[in-house]
């Protein structure tokens, strides 16, 4: 099972460049809107993306989606775990919880 990061825990690292966040959901919800510097990276195109988007295997990786019911980000981050990516943490809360706390949110 993925550990989880808290809210605050995850805009901290955010803000201090420490993490690299994945949005899971991809397509038209990220260009709509996603968190800070995130990259979209949709559970069917994992296998294919990753090694181009995330070539370090040892970074602090963070993956979310829309809420809790949401299962992309428990997806993409348990297939990054099984390619050998050894520091995936999950934002289980979502995006939802983030622009409902009043965090900033990009848009493509």
């Excluded at 690299?20 to 559970?43: E, I, N, R, S």
């Amino acid at each position: 099972m993925t550990a989880l990061i808290t809210r605050d825990d995850l805009a901290a690292a955010v803000e201090a460049g420490t993490v690299t966040v994945v949005d899971a959901l991809g397509g038209a919800y990220y260009a709509k809107q996603h968190l800070p510097g995130a990259v979209p990276l949709a559970p069917a195109d994992v296998d294919a993306q990753a090694p181009a988007l995330l070539p370090d295997k040892n970074a602090a990786i963070i993956t979310y989606c829309s809420n809790p019911a949401c299962p992309n980000s428990g997806q993409v981050a348990d297939r990054l775990t099984a390619l050998g990516y050894t520091d995936v943490r999950k934002y289980r809360e979502g995006i939802e919880d983030w622009t409902a706390a009043g965090l900033p949110v990009q848009s493509s």
